[in-house]
């Protein structure tokens, strides 16, 4: 019996990676709820109510639109890839993110009150989320580079082309390519984005494929907003993600019915698979003596008074070589040439003096915005932010159960909105954060009821390390991890990062 559902399961997941290319005469219409589907004039709604994102955002509950920063957070704000902290004082910055998301208890992923089909025959350790991604940043220019992953494995599935049971692997990945910039001396952050969808389908025993089955392609834009005025205590973002549909090509058994509908063996595969529109709005506040929204400053900037007195006294060397030159040749004699070869002697051993005089400099105003910003604030702050996000229809929409059991369950008839609570302070100074947070998960069905999620979160703070030195030598790494609780559904995030 498991082998059957298993099966079916893995024509099921195929189907939705076909493209509908065939015209089309007469089409029968999607029926109500609990009906058969027997047609292709469908889309599957891929909205993810739950929170997938790094650890800290996660920890927060997803409420981190209006306080983005780095990697972690631009798949909430775009903006956030031009966001520029104290933490770095010099003209250009890096961040590197690695986060990992595993759904330990994921019977009832999307919330949709398991009203079709079997659900025990989709296991709790079939979903792992990555999310890796890399951001450069220039003065208050910014670029980035994240990926958001989702790997599906289902073992023990008859592969139709070998009749041997194997693993069904699917990946779902969205590739975020984002720039953006810092106004107003980064007070007002502006970001905007391309995304790529990108899904995969094969047979494989590991992670590596040596051949899809099926793959598709969608392109979507991003924007993002964020408003946080010099050392006040608030601060206000925004961002969109429009609706994105896929593309589909077609690898495969697929064939077309007169009606114009597509069959993959007795399974209607839809025209379409489609991420609705989905927009936030977040404000946060601190309380704490620690000072909120610092600007950025450049360590020639603090140095600015001393390293103009460097440059007057290189001209004043420029000048200085060439008039002794200049009266050295005019006096002439058989030794001039000496004499001129000593003069550069000594001039190059001022240059010398002047430039690591300013290479000293720039490094002491360095490492005094550095210690600054990480040892001598007040390390006290508590911090609450909220959002609401909103998520929107999806034209004769059904859930991804809906389509493996090949029964009606729509989902997207309306949108839904989903406000997020958060909190976070450093109860371990220099040492440990600590973060909690709630959020409201709408469903996207008209049956099952929303629910509530806790979540937990730490930030834990362990080692100095330059990695063979790329980094500082004071950089000191940091442990990050979260807890996501709700009815039927249990999420652990885990990453690794600095520590600011």
Do not use: C
Not at 5 to 19: D, E, F, N, Q
Not at 83 to 108: E, K
Not at 260 to 285: A, E, M, N, Q
């Amino acid at each position: 019996m498991r082998k059957k559902r298993l099966t079916t399961i893995a024509a099921s997941w195929l189907g939705p990676l076909v493209l509908a290319s065939s015209p089309v005469t007469v089409r029968a219409q999607l029926g109500p709820d609990g009906s058969p589907i027997d047609t292709s004039d469908y889309a599957i709604d891929l909205t993810r109510g739950v929170v997938i994102s790094s650890s800290r955002v996660v920890g927060l509950a997803g409420a981190a639109t209006s306080l983005a920063q780095g990697v972690e957070g631009g798949l909430q704000n775009p903006a956030a890839v031009a966001y520029r902290g104290p933490q770095w004082p010099d003209w250009y910055d890096y961040w590197l993110a690695f986060g990992v998301t595993y759904p330990f208890d994921s019977g009832d992923f999307y919330n949709s009150g398991d009203v079709v089909g079997d659900a025990d025959t989709l296991g709790d350790d079939t979903t792992l989320f990555l999310i890796p991604g890399v951001y450069w940043q220039m003065w208050h220019l910014g670029i980035g580079f994240t990926i958001d992953s989702q790997l599906v494995q289902l073992p023990g599935v008859s592969n139709p082309a070998t009749t041997q049971e194997e693993t069904l692997r699917l990946r779902f990945t969205t590739f975020h390519i984002q720039a953006g910039y810092g106004f107003l001396d980064g007070q007002l952050i502006v970001g905007a984005g391309l995304r790529i969808l990108r899904q995969r389908t094969f047979f494989s025993d590991t992670f590596v494929s040596d051949g899809d089955l099926y793959k598709t392609l969608g392109l979507g834009a991003e924007v993002g907003v964020m408003l946080r005025p010099h050392y006040a205590r608030w601060s206000f973002g925004g961002a969109l993600f429009p609706k994105m549909s896929t593309g589909l090509r077609t690898r495969g058994e697929v064939s077309t019915t007169p009606e114009g509908d597509l069959l993959l063996g007795d399974y209607y595969v839809p025209r379409k698979i489609t991420l609705p529109t989905t927009g936030s709005i977040g404000f946060s506040y601190q309380f704490g003596p620690r000072p909120t929204n610092p600007p950025w400053i450049d360590a020639r900037t603090l140095a600015a008074e001393e390293l103009e007195q460097l440059r007057r006294r290189h001209e004043a060397a420029d000048k200085g070589e060439k008039r002794e030159i200049a009266e050295a040749r005019a006096r002439g004699g058989p030794d001039v040439e000496d004499e001129v070869r000593a003069i550069q002697r000594k001039y190059d051993r001022r240059h010398a003096t002047i430039k690591q005089t300013r290479k000293d400099l720039r490094r002491y105003a360095w490492e005094t915005l550095r210690r600054r910003y990480r040892w001598d604030w007040p390390r006290r702050y508590y911090l609450l932010t909220a959002d609401l996000w909103l998520s929107g229809r999806v034209a004769n929409g059904v859930g991804v159960e809906s389509f493996l059991f090949q029964t009606v369950q729509r989902s997207g008839q309306k949108v839904t909105i989903s406000p997020r609570l958060g909190f976070e302070t450093e109860i371990w100074p220099k040492r440990m954060k600590i973060r909690a947070g709630t959020y409201f998960e709408p469903s996207r069905f008209d049956e099952p009821k929303p629910r509530a999620h806790g979540t937990l979160g730490f930030d834990l703070s362990m080692f100095k390390w330059n990695v063979f030195g790329l980094w500082p030598d004071d950089y000191r790494w940091q442990l990050t991890a979260a807890l996501d609780l709700a009815r039927a559904y249990g999420s652990f995030s885990v990453g690794i990062g600095g520590w600011y």
